[in-house]
């Protein structure tokens, strides 16, 4: 018996316990109006530009507030902005900010703030990056009014200010924003509806949110990161558990109200409760993937980048990562999130089975010219997805006829090493696995792995003229079949580039007591409209 | 005496010293990047070398080591790479749970296991001994974390007993404080227990063997007496050297019962920071614990004297 098999053996004998009907203890009935929730990870820090991991993103969204927020149809939301103009020639957009807005130390907000926040913001985040190389200036223009002058149009520009994927443009206090954005930011000062109580953060153990009981929300009823973010509990406490069957004896037993994302083997178990909800927590799931090194051999033969793509069976590598609930994952013939309205299967005719064709590949392998060279196939073991891929990919390499050198190890490592450009056999790499948030793969704008401009692109440095010209159509459509055409052009030429390879689109689950209402499905989880009853 | 105190309390100066170097040595040279972690999936190589920069981690080995050497020794572990927060901060913020764990379990091993392993003597060969022996190896075999598990299903999730997960300051209450640290106590414990059961029974055999024992049986005392002023007295040095050696044991245990009853300690402290390549943190944290194996060793040696008169510094 592993140690997976027993913890999930010794939480699902907790459920059968916990349906039976033990009382609650009083932890979970003397603080109706505190939240406890289960983080995906720890927060180990604080500032959502320095440091642009999904948990620090989530905890910033309840901290400080944005100018624009996108809904649950995708579409972007003024939240801060009370009205926007666009100039004829969409040069010039010019902001107000709604009135009332107060950061948490009870200054007003003012554009000076705004000015400073949208600086640093647009130094980090691709699409800020966009805009800034085409700013010809950026100002305050009266205390609530700031202007935004470009040489270029950039008709994208509300989805900027409102996407879910980090780095987002939060709004912070002007001395704030003005650290340097790789640096951290040492004062929490927010705009949003909690504040961050920093005297009660225990990194890796608790972050604690406060309702901040000046801030005014919109009158539109909350959908993600739109319309008004109304806090019905009086303070949120992020309690973090890095053991799930911890994390899932803690919620059948109250001591925890919502466990953000269960392990997949827990959630049979979980549903067993008839205390808990257990229910699909972000409809946008997730894209696995692996990169290839397409500067060094073999992959820098697209014929040899083929072929594995070609070898690969998606469904193997879902199981692996959400097991055998079909409901939990899908064959993804391309690069965009299903379900959302630039998803394509344009050019993925050789993913749609799902099974791949091994023979055909090792056909197409002899064919490229591959001569045994070996295979650096870096794999994080720390991170659960990444280690099944891994795994699964050995596997196919091997059957393929291909000569790999498995390198087991964490992911600290892997982020250092997938930097480095110098053969695999001295310190490089050859391929290294991840996985995107569903909701960072809806459009190019801020899906970095998508883009195959060479040296400037993501890790692997893809190089696809195909690629990034439809990139250029993408931000140039006028209309969503514009749009559509130009996805469903780039899909195909990345599949064609391998610019990588996906693997398949996967979701996760998450689970709630009863005893809390609100919880709603979304990239990230939103405390807004959540209440707890005794 | 004080002599010899103060010459051992000097002599952890160089130890450190040489703990400090080998940890930074050893930080300098494995693999992995913080400003990598730091970054996020999507950031570019510039973002990260940036941030590297940043955090000055592309200086030369003996600037950076220098400078942390400078620090250390005006008592500044410096801040954490992640977190923004001075590691003292940090430890201090975790010491409190991780050293009301090592003293509970500390107490609950002693308290169980020196009766145990007496026992075990006194009916050597007999079916308490085998009893008790069986026990000792259980707790040495089975892995802390299934003990743990266990008992959070039972006296946690079956009987309502404890809570599952967590840790409550003394200041809290003694109750609530004891309540979150019984269940861990007693899975840390285990391991403890068995070592030191079995060091008791095997030195007490040998003490038991012995001609005093025998006259002061001869003499009329109570088997208690016996036992547990003659003997356990004359057996206690390698049983007090035993818990010394065990407070490595429990640290490294600490880690692994931390998570699973997700008690905010240094062992979580550790893992995290390691996981994360977060430097100023582990250097902290490392060279706390070494300090305390240091101090728990000298205070053991010091113990000696006063249970064996013959010993002399």
């Given at each position: 018996m592993d140690r997976r098999t027993f913890i999930k053996g010794v939480a699902g004998a907790g459920s059968l316990a916990m349906s039976g009907g033990l009382a609650m203890p009083a932890l979970a009935q003397g603080a109706a109006k505190t939240l406890h929730f289960v983080p995906q990870a720890n927060l180990a820090n604080f500032d959502p530009i320095w440091g642009t991991q999904y948990v620090v993103r989530n905890a910033s969204a309840l901290v400080w507030d944005m100018l624009y927020g996108l809904d649950a149809s995708g579409t972007p939301q003024r939240q801060m902005v009370e009205s926007e103009e666009v100039s004829a020639d969409g040069l010039t957009w010019t902001f107000k900010l709604r009135p009332g807005l107060k950061f948490h130390d009870g200054e007003k907000v003012l554009a000076k703030d705004v000015?400073?926040?949208?600086?640093?913001?647009?130094?980090?985040?691709?699409?800020?990056?966009?805009?800034?190389?085409?700013?010809?200036?950026?100002?305050?223009?009266?205390?609530?009014?700031?202007?935004?002058?470009?040489?270029?149009?950039?008709?994208?520009?509300?989805?900027?200010?409102?996407?879910?994927?980090?780095p987002i443009a939060f709004i912070m206090p002007e001395r704030i924003a003005q650290t340097d954005p790789f640096k951290q930011i040492t004062e929490y000062v927010g705009s949003g509806p909690t504040k961050f109580l920093k005297g009660e953060w225990v990194p890796g153990a608790k972050a604690v949110f406060e309702r901040f009981a000046d801030y005014v929300p919109r009158s539109e009823a909350p959908s993600w990161l739109a319309g008004g973010k109304k806090m019905l509990v009086d303070r949120i406490e992020w309690v973090v558990m890095p053991d799930p069957a911890t994390a899932a004896a803690a919620l059948q037993n109250g001591e925890v109200d919502w466990w953000e994302q269960p392990l997949p083997d827990l959630v049979p178990l979980l549903k067993g409760n008839k205390n808990l909800n257990v229910d699909i927590g972000d409809p946008l799931g997730n894209v696995g993937s692996f990169r290839m090194n397409h500067i060094q051999p073999p992959f820098n033969n697209p014929k040899?980048?083929?072929?594995?793509?070609?070898?690969?069976?998606?469904?193997?590598?879902?199981?692996?990562?959400?097991?055998?609930?079909?409901?939990?994952?899908?064959?993804?013939?391309?690069?965009?999130?299903?379900?959302?309205?630039?998803?394509?299967?344009?050019?993925?005719?050789?993913?749609?089975?799902?099974?791949?064709?091994?023979?055909?590949?090792?056909?197409?392998?002899?064919?490229s010219g591959y001569n045994n060279e070996p295979v650096v196939c870096v794999v994080a073991q720390d991170q659960p997805i990444t280690k099944a891929q891994g795994d699964v990919t050995v596997d196919l390499l091997k059957k393929l006829g291909m000569n790999v050198d498995f390198v087991a190890t964490d992911w600290g490592t892997v982020g250092a090493r997938r930097a480095l450009k110098t053969p695999p056999t001295q310190g490089g790499w050859s391929m290294f696995h991840t996985w995107h948030a569903g909701a960072d793969c809806t459009n190019p704008a801020a899906y970095p792995a998508i883009r195959a401009n060479g040296d400037k692109a993501w890790f692997g440095w893809p190089e696809s003229p195909a690629v990034e010209a439809e990139v250029v159509s993408w931000f140039d459509a006028k209309d969503l079949a514009e749009e559509k055409a130009a996805i469903g052009r780039l899909n195909k030429a990345a599949v064609e580039n391998v610019t990588y390879a996906p693997t398949g689109f996967f979701l996760s689950y998450t689970a709630w007591r009863k005893t809390v209402s609100g919880v709603t499905q979304g990239p990230l989880p939103f405390f807004w409209g959540v209440s707890k009853s005794a | 005496m004080l002599g010899y105190i103060l010459r051992r309390t000097l002599s952890t100066i160089p130890v450190m010293a040489m703990v400090g170097l080998f940890v930074f040595s050893l930080l300098y040279i494995a693999p992995g990047d913080p400003a990598a972690v730091i970054?996020?999936?999507?950031?570019?190589?510039?973002?990260?070398?940036?941030?590297?920069?940043?955090?000055?981690?592309?200086?030369?080995?003996?600037?950076?080591?220098?400078?942390?050497g400078w620090r250390t020794l005006h008592a500044d572990l410096?801040?954490?790479?992640?977190?923004?927060?001075?590691?003292?901060?940090?430890?201090?913020?975790?010491?409190?749970?991780?050293?009301?764990?090592?003293v509970l379990t500390l107490i609950f091993a002693i308290v169980v296991s020196v009766p145990m392993g007496v026992?075990?003597?006194?009916?050597?060969?007999?079916?308490?001994?085998?009893?008790?022996?069986?026990?000792?190896?259980?707790?040495?075999?089975?892995?802390?974390?299934?003990?743990?598990?266990v008992l959070a299903y039972v006296f946690a999730l079956q009987l309502d007993w404890f809570p599952v997960q967590g840790y409550t300051p003394i200041t809290q209450g003694l109750g609530p404080w004891l309540g979150n640290l019984v269940l861990p106590a007693l899975s840390l414990g285990c391991v403890y227990i068995a070592l030191i059961a079995r060091i008791t029974r095997a030195s007490m055999l040998e003490v038991l063997a012995q001609d005093y024992v025998r006259t002061a049986k001869a003499k009329g005392l109570g088997q208690k007496d016996v036992l547990?002023?003659?003997?356990?007295?004359?057996?206690?040095?390698?049983?007090?050297?035993?818990?010394?050696?065990?407070?490595?044991?429990?640290?490294?245990?600490?880690?692994?019962?931390?998570?699973?009853?997700?008690?905010?300690?240094?062992?979580?402290?550790?893992?995290?920071?390691?996981?994360?390549?977060?430097?100023?943190?582990?250097?902290?944290?490392?060279l706390l614990f070494s300090f305390v194996y240091v101090l728990v060793n000298l205070v053991i040696d010091i113990l000696y004297t006063f249970l064996d008169p013959r010993i002399r510094y």
């Open positions: 000015v400073a926040s949208l600086t640093r913001w647009s130094a980090r985040d691709p699409m800020g990056i966009m805009i800034k190389a085409s700013q010809k200036e950026l100002v305050a223009v009266d205390d609530t009014t700031f202007r935004w002058v470009l040489s270029k149009p950039f008709p994208k520009m509300k989805l900027a200010l409102g996407k879910t994927n980090a040899v980048r083929q072929a594995v793509l070609m070898a690969l069976s998606q469904e193997d590598y879902m199981r692996a990562v959400a097991g055998d609930d079909e409901k939990l994952w899908k064959v993804l013939p391309g690069f965009f999130t299903p379900g959302t309205a630039l998803y394509t299967e344009v050019g993925g005719e050789v993913l749609k089975s799902g099974k791949g064709n091994l023979e055909a590949a090792k056909k197409l392998l002899k064919e | 970054a996020g999936d999507q950031a570019s190589p510039e973002d990260i070398a940036r941030i590297r920069a940043n955090l000055g981690l592309d200086r030369p080995f003996l600037v950076q080591f220098g400078e942390w410096g801040t954490s790479i992640f977190t923004g927060l001075p590691v003292t901060q940090m430890i201090g913020q975790r010491i409190e749970p991780t050293l009301s764990l090592m026992v075990a003597a006194w009916k050597a060969g007999t079916w308490i001994d085998r009893g008790i022996m069986t026990f000792a190896v259980l707790g040495f075999s089975v892995p802390v974390f299934v003990i743990g598990y547990f002023l003659h003997a356990l007295k004359n057996a206690a040095v390698p049983i007090v050297t035993v818990i010394g050696i065990g407070i490595a044991l429990l640290i490294g245990g600490a880690v692994v019962t931390e998570s699973v009853f997700a008690i905010p300690g240094l062992g979580r402290l550790t893992v995290d920071a390691i996981l994360r390549r977060d430097y100023p943190v582990i250097q902290g944290v490392v």
